[in-house]
């Protein structure tokens, strides 16, 4: 059964920014792909960025494209989540997620696409 950690968020000004982590472990962490989401209060839970298994293909928000880059380290089992020009509409409990699939691909972009999720982390940004 894998695990996922995500840790990095804080407080931080507009046009600051943030690099979360999400440290794998269990089952083989090379093998899925991986995602981050994020909930803000009030709101429903929305995709922000994938990468697939082999780490050449990734897909963003409209939201957040240009700012926001995805990664991935096979040899730490980490992803990440380098946050650039923080907007205080960025607000929200982030939370990684790995694929429900094996070696797939494509890019999920529903919640359903993916299995195991974090316990999230707090990112807050000040106008």
């Known amino acids: 059964q894998v695990q996922l950690v995500e840790s990095g968020g804080g407080l931080v000004q507009a046009g600051g920014s943030l690099r979360l982590s999400c440290a794998a472990s269990?089952?083989?962490?090379?093998?899925?792909?991986m995602g981050w989401f994020r909930q803000a209060p009030g709101k429903d839970r929305e995709f922000v960025a994938a990468?697939?298994?082999?780490?050449?293909?990734?897909s963003y928000a409209d939201s957040v494209k240009g700012r926001f880059t995805i990664s991935r380290d096979t040899a730490k089992r980490t992803v990440y989540l380098q946050m650039n020009s923080l907007k205080p509409e960025d607000t929200a409990v982030y939370y990684c997620?790995?694929?429900?699939?094996?070696?797939?691909?494509?890019?999920?972009?529903?919640?359903?696409?993916?299995?195991?999720w974090g316990q999230g982390t707090q990112v807050t940004v000040s106008s």
């Open positions: 997620a790995d694929s429900a699939r094996l070696y797939w691909g494509g890019i999920g972009k529903r919640g359903s696409d993916y299995r195991t």
């Open positions: 269990g089952r083989t962490f090379s093998s899925y792909g």
């Open positions: 990468i697939t298994w082999t780490g050449d293909s990734t």
